[in-house]
């Protein structure tokens, strides 16, 4: 019985320090999140920051992705990549640039096996960055968001996802997809509900002040909070909606 008794205390402590183990592992901070595919420093040259050379970030929604542009930044070469649902795209052009004149170019590719074509313009100072005319199979209602990087300003490229919620019940989900600069402190956002078939789509756009992403003429609302490369925010709309927003960067 003696050696029963010190067989049963020894499984015991052996037991409850087993279990002490796994209490602490289940409290460690979770990691914030870091995009290691990202750059950390703009590769725009300094000497493109005010003409059509440069790197141009974007964000598209329908479905969700991003695109960037090279445009003569450090040499003569100027393509695209667009990376759409996780597939990803190598846009080429023909057409050159003409110092001090705007830029407009028809930028062509593949996605799996199919054409795409977009016309990507800007002014002649790097200003406006726009694309119209996307033709991207299976992805007729895209829309996108561009800005220009230039070599004091990193842009970064988020892709989310929002709710909106009346009380208990779920109103509209969508695509929150996002592009902010930390050092001009400055961000934009583009929205479309899933159930939208149309080409409507929602902007948004403020300021950054101690990660906080607050929205523009809205007695400062905070829609959401960076925290490394992510955000994640809920805020109260009109009729007391609620809506909740995440998303990771990605570019």
Same mark, same amino acid.
Request: glycine share 8%; charged share 10%.
């Given at each position: 019985?003696?050696? =029963?008794?010190?067989?049963?205390?020894? =499984?015991?402590?052996? =037991?409850?320090?087993?279990?002490? !183990?796994?209490?602490?592992?289940?409290?460690?901070?979770?990691?914030? #999140? !870091?995009? *290691?595919?990202?750059?950390? @420093?703009?590769?725009?040259?300094?000497?493109?920051? %005010?003409? /059509?050379?440069?790197?141009?970030?974007?964000?598209?929604?329908?479905?969700?992705?991003?695109?960037?542009?090279?445009?003569?930044?450090?040499?003569?070469?100027? %393509?695209?990549?667009?990376?759409?649902?996780?597939? *990803?795209?190598?846009?080429?052009?023909?057409?050159?640039?003409?110092?001090?004149?705007?830029? +407009?170019?028809?930028?062509?590719?593949?996605?799996?096996?199919? +054409?795409?074509?977009?016309?990507?313009?800007?002014?002649?100072?790097?200003?406006?960055?726009?694309?119209?005319?996307?033709?991207?199979?299976?992805?007729?209602?895209?829309?996108?968001? =561009?800005?220009?990087?230039?070599?004091?300003?990193?842009?970064?490229?988020?892709?989310?996802?929002?709710? @909106? *919620?009346?009380?208990?019940?779920?109103?509209? %989900?969508?695509? #929150?997809?996002?592009?902010?600069?930390?050092?001009?402190?400055?961000?934009?956002?583009?929205?479309?509900?899933?159930?939208?078939?149309?080409?409507?789509? $929602?902007?948004?756009?403020?300021?950054?002040? $101690?990660?906080?992403?607050?929205?523009?003429?809205?007695?400062?609302?905070?829609?959401?909070?960076?925290?490394?490369?992510?955000?994640?925010?809920?805020? %109260?709309?009109?009729?007391?909606?609620?809506? /909740?927003?995440?998303?990771?960067?990605?570019?």
């Amino acid at each position: 019985m003696k050696n =029963l008794k010190k067989i049963s205390l020894a =499984l015991l402590i052996v =037991l409850f320090m087993s279990n002490c !183990k796994k209490n602490t592992a289940t409290t460690d901070t979770p990691t914030t #999140f !870091k995009c *290691t595919s990202c750059t950390t @420093t703009p590769e725009a040259q300094a000497a493109n920051n %005010t003409s /059509t050379k440069g790197i141009y970030i974007g964000v598209l929604i329908g479905s969700t992705g991003t695109i960037k542009f090279d445009i003569a930044n450090s040499g003569t070469s100027i %393509t695209g990549i667009m990376i759409i649902d996780g597939v *990803t795209v190598n846009l080429t052009t023909s057409t050159a640039i003409v110092s001090g004149q705007k830029y +407009s170019a028809v930028f062509t590719g593949l996605l799996n096996g199919s +054409s795409v074509s977009v016309t990507f313009s800007i002014n002649a100072d790097g200003t406006n960055p726009v694309i119209t005319l996307p033709s991207i199979p299976g992805h007729p209602n895209a829309a996108f968001l =561009l800005n220009k990087e230039t070599s004091t300003s990193l842009i970064e490229a988020y892709n989310g996802t929002y709710s @909106t *919620t009346t009380g208990t019940t779920v109103t509209e %989900t969508g695509t #929150f997809n996002m592009l902010l600069s930390r050092s001009a402190a400055t961000w934009s956002v583009i929205i479309r509900a899933s159930t939208s078939t149309s080409t409507q789509i $929602n902007t948004d756009y403020g300021t950054i002040s $101690n990660n906080m992403l607050i929205e523009a003429n809205s007695n400062n609302k905070v829609i959401a909070t960076l925290s490394g490369d992510q955000l994640d925010g809920k805020f %109260t709309g009109g009729n007391s909606e609620v809506t /909740t927003v995440t998303g990771k960067r990605v570019l």
